[in-house]
Nanobody
């Protein structure tokens, strides 16, 4: 079992920045690739960013590429999402997720943190 707790959400003006954090507890953190997903009101949850277990591979949705940066600190069992040049369309609940390196899907999810970007 892996428990994930997100933090760092809030209200920010368009063009601003936020850093989301996800604290993981439980089984070996380095056995998991980590991802950030988001769900806007009335929309399906969508992929935002992912980082491999060692942090050597990252990938981003086209909608956030060049503005968001995902990173992890395996010594602290944490993953981060740095969000810059925020837009109103980035408003969503952001979820942290863990995918075991042998799994085809994300196995564990956090409860989410709200990000609201005002115009």
């Amino acid at each position: 079992q892996v428990q994930l707790v997100e933090s760092g959400g809030g209200l920010v003006q368009a063009g601003g920045s936020l850093r989301l954090s996800c604290a993981a507890s439980g089984r070996a953190f380095t056995s998991y690739n980590m991802g950030w997903f988001r769900q806007a009101p009335g929309k399906e949850r969508e992929f935002a960013a992912t980082i491999s277990w060692r942090g050597h591979i990252t990938d981003y949705a086209d909608s956030v590429k060049g503005r968001f940066t995902i990173s992890r600190d395996n010594a602290k069992n944490a993953v981060y999402l740095y969000m810059n040049s925020l837009k109103p369309e980035d408003t969503a609940v952001y979820y942290c997720a863990a995918q075991h390196i042998t799994s085809d899907e994300y196995d564990y999810w956090g409860q989410g943190t709200q990000v609201t970007v005002s115009s």
